[in-house]
Antibody
Framework: EVQLVESGGGLVQPGGSLRLSCAASGFTFSSYSMNWVRQAPGKGLEWVSYISSSSSSMYYSDSVKGRFTISRDNAKNSLNLQMNSLRDEDTAVYYC??????????WGQGTLVTVSS | QSALTQPASVSGSPGQSITISCTGNSSNVGRYNLISWYQQHPGNAPKLMLYEVSKRPSGVSNRFSGSKSGNTASLTITGLQAEDEAGYYCSSYAGSSPYVFGTGTKVTV
């Protein structure tokens, strides 16, 4: 069974940093591209970042480019998102998501990030 | 990339059929047959319901079907059931900024 378990969310002040992690199990992690998708409270889904299976390609949404860094450790079956210079508008539930071909086929339960003073 | 446009809400009675539209442009929906749909119940993570316009993952009911014409994709739910009441989001592959989502539609049964 595919499982994606996020951790690392919490309350942080504007301008602060936070590192999210995602532990993957139930599939060959090193064979799949991964993504982070977020959802602000009461709002829709927003794609945040992508990393290819070998870490050779990484993409970011314009809203987080230059502030967030995606990485993965295939030996540890883990995905990470380093978030710096956090803003109020980064407040959201952050989902770790596996990519099939060009669809997001498995989602974690999410971790809440709250940016507030 | 701007969000794809979906109706804010759609409603139907049990047993009826409903259709949710998803409108993009020639850079996303119109360019790729890589449209997916996600169902999200309150407090839960989204779940993949359709991919590549009309393909269903294992375990998804055949009451869910998809189509595309030009820059607009559609999700149809037939034989509406109470458990179908949820939020629905479309998504299109969009190249190097891989995914653009729709604005979301609340389905009320």
């Amino acid at each position: 069974e595919v499982q994606l378990v996020e951790s690392g969310g919490g309350l942080v002040q504007p301008g602060g940093s936070l590192r999210l992690s995602c532990a993957a199990s139930g599939f060959t992690f090193s064979s799949y591209s991964m993504n982070w998708v977020r959802q602000a409270p009461g709002k829709g889904l927003e794609w945040v970042s992508y990393i290819s299976s070998s870490s050779s390609s990484m993409y970011y949404s314009d809203s987080v480019k230059g502030r967030f860094t995606i990485s993965r450790d295939n030996a540890k079956n883990s995905l990470n998102l380093q978030m710096n210079s956090l803003r109020d508008e980064d407040t959201a539930v952050y989902y770790c998501v596996r990519e099939g071909y060009r669809e997001l086929d498995y989602w974690g339960q999410g971790t809440l990030v709250t940016v507030s003073s | 990339q701007s969000a794809l446009t979906q109706p804010a809400s759609v409603s139907g009675s049990p047993g009826q059929s409903i259709t949710i539209s998803c409108t993009g442009n020639s850079s996303n929906v119109g360019r790729y047959n890589l449209i997916s749909w996600y169902q999200q119940h309150p407090g839960n993570a989204p779940k993949l319901m359709l991919y590549e316009v009309s393909k269903r993952p294992s375990g998804v009911s055949n009451r869910f079907s998809g189509s595309k014409s030009g820059n607009t994709a559609s999700l149809t739910i037939t034989g509406l059931q109470a458990e179908d009441e949820a939020g629905y989001y479309c998504s299109s592959y969009a190249g190097s900024s891989p995914y653009v989502f729709g604005t979301g539609t609340k389905v009320t049964v």
